[in-house]
């Protein structure tokens, strides 16, 4: 059962996987030094200071629709306090940014094609991942967490999850983005399932 670095685990997974492929994409490495990062839309520096930059964000954390499926017949999966799991969905928006002309499209469409060809993160793309964060200082607290567990239990706990394009209409789109309070840059979504998080922890 995962706990509750759960989440943060799969954010990192994503974040792994895109500054991975780019250091081995000749037309994403055309581009430049290019950051990688998983923070708010806000915190990103547009305008005369923008750079290329791949963007992961979670703006969305849902119940997953099985969740009363997990609850009610799959003991198996219950920890021992007999309470079933927390189950989740994780929305995110994968957006680029670039000042120069067709930097940004450049990015999204590197990531796009990067993504499409991962349907499942599956236990052996975890724990890469997941041990790679515990020795980057770009992690942040995160390595510093990772590093007081057993990646290769979190690893067994987390996956597999299952990752999915969702698009989004102008509508949403545009409402995103107002609730974001941030210039519109080009994007995308995706959606990370299912996440179970219970009160047990790695051991």
């Known amino acids: 059962m995962s706990s509750a670095l759960a989440i943060a685990a799969v954010t990192a997974v994503l974040k792994d996987i895109l500054e991975n492929g780019l250091t081995h994409d000749a037309i994403a490495t055309s581009i430049g030094d290019t950051l990688i990062t998983a923070i708010p839309p806000d915190r990103i520096s547009v305008g005369t200071d923008e750079r290329p930059q791949l963007n992961i964000f979670l703006y969305q954390v849902s119940p997953n629709r099985n969740a009363d499926w997990v609850g009610r017949d799959r003991i198996d999966v219950r920890p021992p306090s007999g309470h079933p799991p927390l189950?989740?969905?994780?929305?995110?928006?994968?957006t680029a940014y670039g000042p120069k002309d067709f930097q940004s499209e450049l990015l999204l469409g590197y990531a796009l094609q990067l993504l499409h060809e991962i349907s499942v993160l599956n236990r052996d793309r975890v724990y890469t991942a997941l041990k790679h964060a515990v020795s980057l200082s770009s992690f942040g607290?995160?390595?510093?967490?990772?590093?007081?567990?057993?990646i290769e239990d979190l690893a067994d706990q987390i996956a597999p999850i299952k990752l999915c394009s969702e698009f989004f209409s102008m509508e949403e789109t545009s409402?995103?983005?107002?609730?974001?309070?941030?210039?519109?840059?080009?994007?995308?979504g995706y959606?990370?399932?299912m996440v179970l998080i219970s009160k047990d922890t790695p051991k």
Not at 87 to 94: G, I, M, N, T, V
Not at 141 to 150: E, G, H, K, P, R
């Open 141 to 150: 607290v995160l390595s510093q967490a990772l590093a007081c567990v057993s």
């Open 87 to 94: 189950a989740l969905d994780l929305h995110y928006l994968l």
């Open 175 to 188: 409402k995103l983005w107002s609730s974001l309070q941030t210039p519109y840059r080009p994007s995308a």
């Open 191 to 193: 959606q990370a399932s």
